[in-house]
């Protein structure tokens, strides 16, 4: 076992603590563990199989069913676009392009430096601030491509700084 | 109950609400001004938190005595962020569009000078001499508040205010009044579930009540997943306590012990303040263990689903409580005699739970006098899409949808022409304009071919592709689909591709009727309402937008120019400016470039079409144009 691969299962252990052995609370500690890893691990899904007593293919199966819950790192800035009826009548999936192709991922991916990671959520129910783009938990109302790329610049004008300031 | 654990009950609250009103009293007559900031989702979106910093800054330089109170959101989403400022003297008037710089002239001229800044106003709370009040807008004639009437105008944070405002008065009442009697009278309401299907609340109570198995649970379905509804969001944000309310009521009526409030995770701020509700509640002994000194104990829990679409489906949410993946079950049985861990289990819609404090105050006969003879009461609605006023409107059952498109949402933005309504969401359908005339209720829309849903409401005008629509819909369902049934498994899914096709101009007139005959087939071979209700938007746009289909598929031509397969972006030269460059700036890919003539041209292959440089190019040259299909596009010399 990797030091890394450890650590999850430490962690991972702390967060079980606090719960009961009851199948019931598999949904709230998988929100627990991926809210504390950001992901979930393969060695955190099997520590919670253990857990609870049920198989581990259980534990897979609640996790692939949800959309919720990813099985991949997530970059350091997390990026949602919300394409519910209004945003996408008001040109949510041409934002989502625009976000593809500046980051160069797909939907569901995280950029190789970890910086972005990208996807679509059904609704935020902000519907008057369509198109709307969830922007480190924070929805941001009427993102267009070129507001895309402010927000983008935005971001590396702020590493900029700290770069700066650390030397 | 015993009579004498009944007046402790009286006198305990008699002790809690007297305290919750001075408090109310000294924040509202003290003789401060006060600020209230609309901090709901929809107001953070628009910059709520910079102005409620702005406003605490310039509160802080200038000392003043001034308390700032963050209010949920009050219906008025379009002219967020929204701040209601109450100075003595004064009537209360609520300022829109607010921004950090607003907010700071607001404080220094309205509250430290005399200057209530009538350039900003959005309307006073009430009829008074100097500002007209929002009561004198046209909508206010058809809009009647009542589980929306606290939002906005309280601190969700704290339950005083709700208290203050009349709430939990019902609970104690209702703590006096036999099981049986609570449920007749919210049975003879006339209470129809607010979730979209339209059951009588008062009968499931009933059946519930009347259920063998202990313990019965109590679940409140918060799981709003229909893209582009939010009234749920908004209440549960707002006014917390009104939904926990009839919960601890629903429990006492049908015999329960514990509840679960269901909230979808998409919704963080709504998770924050109901747990905050919650921890007030317990507090006070309103909820947990011998409410108030009665011999009835009710708790509730707050679980967080984990988006879902289908979880909204009762059994599929119950199925994710226990902590499976949330798949649908054959009903019957129905949750409410076999429904969480095999229990007697009443689920209602986060609205139909808000209504009944109100019931219960006011009586069966006070709410049935509004509303159409088969829907009592009021609907909720959110307005979004191409509208001018968008946000939560609540009218009484019955009224037209042109009243509340036209006369509570002020019509179309920009001055374009209205093509549609979408309503209930992926379940609902597509209504065109002959169909304005028809009264809300949860018959009449099913009968034209649409539902009243949960209560979202988009509005559509000649920009909007009827088949895109209907082909977003369909997408979206064939994702959320759990997979159980084959014909909503693998049927949505062929759906989808023929959409695809048509909208990508390679459609074949016999897919007009494929579609149909799928549709019939899905809708007849699915267990849940996903299924079920999956084909509505295509076959209520095939219904009445039938002409757009064939455009797309005879002549590769998007009417409402949308499909970006079908259209092309093309600079009209003799409108174009030599001297201006703003489409050259705006494009997101380089595509546009000046030829010798300082004329700008769109190189089609680089053209991702966006839509930028449209609305870059300034309106008094209006260069830019969509043409379809895109072999309108002249051939560059």
Request: proline letters at 6%.
């Amino acid at each position: 076992m990797t030091k890394e691969q450890a650590e999850v299962k430490q962690q991972t252990k702390r967060i079980l603590n606090r719960f009961g052995r009851k199948r019931g609370n598999l949904v709230p500690i998988l929100q627990k563990v991926q809210g504390k890893l950001g992901y979930l691990p393969r060695e955190a899904m099997l520590e919670i199989a253990e857990f609870l007593g049920i198989p581990a293919i259980d534990v897979y199966s609640v996790v692939t069913f949800y959309n919720q819950f990813r099985l991949n790192p997530p970059g350091k800035h997390s990026i949602r676009v919300c394409l519910g009826t209004a945003c996408h009548m008001k040109g949510g999936y041409i934002t989502l392009d625009a976000w593809k192709r500046r980051l160069c991922i797909d939907r569901g991916q995280t950029t190789p430096d970890r910086e972005f990671d990208l996807d679509i959520v059904a609704c935020v129910g902000c519907c008057v601030m369509a198109p709307v783009s969830v922007v480190d938990d924070k929805p941001q109302g009427k993102v267009e491509p070129t507001k895309v790329d402010g927000i983008l610049l935005s971001f590396k004008l702020k590493k900029e700084k700290q770069g700066k300031e650390s030397q | 109950m015993k009579t004498t654990g009944l007046q402790s009950v009286v006198s305990t609250f008699r002790e809690i609400k007297s305290r919750a009103e001075s408090q109310w009293q000294e924040l509202c007559n003290s003789g401060k001004p006060v600020v209230m900031v609309g901090a709901a989702t929809c107001g953070r979106a628009a910059g709520a938190l910079g102005v409620i910093r702005a406003i605490k800054d310039e509160v802080k330089k200038h000392k003043l005595d001034c308390p700032v109170v963050e209010v949920g959101c009050m219906g008025h989403c379009y002219a967020e962020p929204i701040v209601i400022i109450s100075k003595p003297g004064y009537p209360p008037i609520c300022y829109g569009h607010v921004n950090k710089v607003i907010a700071e002239r607001l404080i220094r001229e309205f509250i430290l000078g005399d200057d209530p800044c009538l350039e900003f106003v959005l309307g006073a709370l009430e009829a008074n001499e100097l500002v007209p009040s929002l009561s004198d807008f046209p909508r206010a004639r058809f809009e009647k508040k009542i589980i929306l009437k606290n939002c906005g105008h309280i601190d969700p944070e704290q339950i005083e205010h709700y208290l203050a405002n009349g709430g939990y008065t019902a609970l104690v009442k209702a703590l006096q009044m036999p099981p049986e009697v609570i449920i007749n009278e919210v049975g003879r309401s006339g209470l129809r579930g607010r979730g979209g299907a339209g059951f009588p609340t008062g009968q499931k109570w009933e059946i519930c009540r009347n259920a063998p198995g202990r313990p019965k649970y109590v679940i409140c379905n918060g799981d709003e997943g229909d893209p582009g509804a939010f009234m749920d969001r908004a209440i549960l944000e707002s006014d917390p306590h009104s939904v926990i309310e009839g919960m601890i009521i629903a429990g006492y009526a049908i015999g329960a012990r514990y509840g679960y409030i269901y909230v979808r995770a998409e919704y963080p701020l709504a998770v924050h303040r109901v747990r905050i509700a919650l921890r007030q509640a317990r507090k006070l002994n309103l909820l947990g263990k011998n409410i108030l000194g009665s011999d009835f104990s009710f708790d509730i829990r707050l679980f967080q689903g984990s988006g879902a679409f289908v979880c909204g489906e009762e059994t599929a949410l119950i199925a994710s409580l226990e902590g499976e993946p949330g798949i649908p079950h054959h009903r019957p049985p129905y949750p409410a005699t076999d429904g969480l861990y095999g229990k007697p289990t009443l689920i209602n819609n986060v609205k139909t739970l808000a209504y009944i404090r109100h019931i219960i105050d006011n009586g069966a006969e006070w709410f049935a006098s509004t509303g159409t003879e088969e829907s009592k009461g009021t609907a909720v609605f959110a307005l979004a899409g191409k509208i001018v006023n968008t946000g939560l409107v609540e009218v009484p059952m019955g009224t037209t949808l042109r009243q509340v498109i036209f006369d509570v949402g002020s019509g179309m933005q920009n001055g374009k022409r209205f093509k549609a309504v979408q309503i209930g969401g992926p379940s609902g359908g597509c209504l065109p304009e002959s169909a304005l005339d028809l009264p809300i209720d949860f018959d009449s829309l099913t009968d034209a071919g649409a539902m009243m849903g949960s209560g979202g409401m988009i509005v559509l005008d000649e920009d909007d592709c009827m088949v895109e629509i209907a082909r977003y819909f369909l997408e979206f369902t064939q994702r959320e689909s759990c997979g159980q049934c084959t014909f909503c498994r693998l049927g949505t899914k062929q759906m989808l591709e023929v959409l695809d096709e048509i909208t990508k101009g390679q459609g074949r007139i016999e897919d007009i009727d494929m579609l149909s005959r799928l549709a019939e087939d899905i809708k007849a071979g699915s267990l849940c309402g996903l299924g079920k209700t999956a084909p509505n938007p295509v076959l209520s746009t095939l219904r009445h937008f039938r002409d757009e289909y064939e455009a797309h598929i005879k002549e590769g031509r998007c009417p409402a120019l949308m499909c970006r397969d079908l259209i092309a972006y093309y600079i009209i030269p003799e409108k174009c400016e030599r001297s201006c460059d703003a489409c050259v700036g705006s494009c997101t890919t380089e595509a546009i470039s000046a030829n010798k003539k300082r004329i700008k041209v769109i190189d089609q292959e680089k053209c991702v079409k966006c839509g930028t440089c449209l609305s870059a190019c300034p309106p008094q040259y209006n260069a830019v144009v969509r043409l379809s299909p895109p072999s309108e596009v002249p051939a560059s010399k």
